[in-house]
């Protein structure tokens, strides 16, 4: 499995971005898909999760009503789209998959073998 990030970059507080993961190497619907995020001297963390028929989302607490996951099964593509952005945002973040969302967020998975992207750097500013 390859994982591709895009999109991040410098925005505003209060304002708007869109990650983009592009998934190739293997049968995409096999998969959940996830965003994850790291900042400086913090631990890396879930942010969102959706499941492969793209009907359940999940999502980490602090951004519950402001980002939303989605996925294209025909294009092989998992979007964040990032709203009322906050510098605590400012991060790295990385997209993964795996069998469920709930294997994303049990205890140990990112220091499991898993699929990471190279991961895209957001930054808040204000």
């Known amino acids: 499995v390859q994982l591709q990030e895009s999109g991040g970059g410098l925005v505003q507080a209060g304002g708007s971005l869109v990650l983009s993961c592009a998934f190739s190497?293997?049968?995409?619907?096999?998969?959940?898909m996830g965003w994850f995020r790291q900042a400086p001297g913090r631990e890396r963390e879930f942010v969102a999760g959706?499941?492969?028929?793209?009907?359940?989302?999940d999502y980490g607490d602090s951004v519950k009503g402001r980002f939303t996951i989605s996925r294209d099964n025909d294009k092989h593509t998992v979007d964040l789209h990032m709203n009322n952005v906050k510098p605590d945002d400012t991060a790295v973040y990385y997209c993964?998959?795996?069998?469920?969302?709930?294997?994303?967020?049990?205890?140990?998975?990112?220091?499991?073998?898993?699929?990471w992207g190279q991961g895209t750097q957001v930054t808040v500013s204000g």
């Open positions: 993964t998959a795996d069998f469920t969302i709930a294997t994303m967020k049990s205890p140990g998975f990112v220091e499991s073998p898993v699929y």
């Open positions: 190497g293997d049968t995409f619907i096999k998969y959940a």
């Open positions: 959706v499941t492969w028929r793209g009907d359940t989302t």
